[in-house]
Structures are given as C-alpha cells and as structure tokens.
C-alpha cells in the first residue's frame, strides 16, 4: 500500500533528447508527489512537485504528466544536457508525512 | 540562509560500538525526517518529528536504533551495538511542517557511516 514503483532503473540518452522516467503508487492517500535530484555524494534536491488535483506542471525544461485514475506521474526532461546526469527519485507522502521513494533511476546523458 | 547540515559527514566505527548522528535543520522548520541510503538503493524512511515528539517512528529496523529532537530543533540519531548492514548513508530533511501537505522536504548532505 505504501510502496512507489519506478522505471527504468537506468536510463541513457543522447544530449537534445528527451528522458522519461515512469512512478506508480498505490496508495490513495498520497497527495503530494515530488521528483528529487541527487548528484553522487550530495543529498537529494527537490526538482519540482505537483499535487494531485493537477495534470501537468512544467518547469523549464522538466515536466511532471499526473494522471490520478491510472495511480501514475512521470517526468519528462526536454533537451537532456549532461550535467543532467544524475539519479532520480519519484517520491509521494499523505498530509507532509514521510516520503516514500521510487527505487531511483539512474540518468546518463551522452555528449 | 543555511541549509540542512549534519555531522560528522563520515563515520567509521567498529562493529558493537554505538554512534551518534547529528542534525541540525534549518531555523524555523518544525517538522524533521530521518531516512537512510544503502549503496546503490533508494531512500529508507526511519522516523518523523514534528516539534519534539516523534508521530511516526514506524521506519526504525530494530530496537538499537532511536533518535530524538530537543527544543524543536536539533535532532540525534542514535544507534546502538552498530552491525555491518547498519552501513549506509543517513539523510536528515526538514520541512516546514505543521501537517500540511506540499510542503518541500528539503535534505542535508547525509552521513556516511561505515562499520567494520
């Protein structure tokens, strides 16, 4: 009931490419769904959230596709630079309670 | 302002001693978390504060773990008899808290802890 499901584990793309990553939760009460960013030997940083009365939110470049009937989020990185490179973790909780994270995705971008 | 920090930001101790993780997280938040890294895995939670009291301790793996927070803000971990699979880094975050959902758990730097 608590657990987020993440895909794929490793991800690699070429620089100007698009990187999607995929989340499923199944737990209903979850309503607050952030992606963190963790460079190696560094603490995960919020990249960007979206609650679950909203569809979409795009910041920049990285997009958050909610769809609340299916239990699924996923993020989209438009023109994936290098220094995206970097592990990526979906993450959903209920009323500011703890996290619960995906199992990461590890993300390559290629020159 | 200053961010989430923790100490020391490694720890290598022989296994049976025990250790004690600090964090201090940033002026103002009330709510502190406590999650843990095992190489190459994701984030495990372990406990939650809002203020001093501790509404969700349910993450904690066993008995020779515990933490508090003193005065609403610093926080130990503490454990216990350390073993060998309590290696891992230990992440502290901070939010402003208070129950409300949206509320942007923000991370320190993690403790690496080593037990031989």
């Known amino acids: 009931q608590q657990q987020v499901k993440q895909s794929p584990q490793s991800l690699i793309v070429q620089k100007g490419g698009i990187s999607i990553i995929n989340c499923a939760y199944e737990?209903?009460?979850?309503?607050?769904f952030p992606w963190y960013q963790q460079f190696p030997g560094k603490g995960p940083a919020l990249l960007i959230a979206?609650?679950?009365?909203?569809s979409e939110k795009k910041e920049g470049r990285f997009t958050i596709s909610f769809n609340k009937s299916a239990k699924q989020f996923s993020l989209h990185i438009m023109d994936s630079q290098p220094g995206d490179s970097a592990t990526y973790f979906c993450a959903a909780s209920a009323r500011g309670s703890r996290l619960t994270f995906g199992e990461g995705t590890q993300l390559t971008v290629n020159p | 302002g200053a961010g989430v920090s923790q100490s020391p930001s490694n720890k290598v101790t022989e296994k049976g001693k025990d250790v004690e993780l600090r964090c201090d997280p940033i002026s103002g938040h009330t709510a502190l978390y406590w999650y843990r890294q095992s190489l190459g895995q994701g984030l495990e939670f372990l406990i939650y504060f809002q203020g001093n009291s501790a509404p969700d301790k349910s993450g904690l793996p066993s008995d020779r773990f515990s933490a508090e927070r003193t005065g609403g803000s610093v926080s130990t971990l503490t454990i216990q008899r350390t073993q060998q699979e309590d290696s891992a880094v230990y992440l502290c975050a901070s939010s402003l808290g208070g129950g409300v959902s949206y509320n942007e758990q923000f991370f320190g730097p993690g403790t690496r802890l080593t037990v031989l």
């Open positions: 979206i609650r679950p009365d909203v």
């Open positions: 737990n209903t009460a979850f309503d607050y």
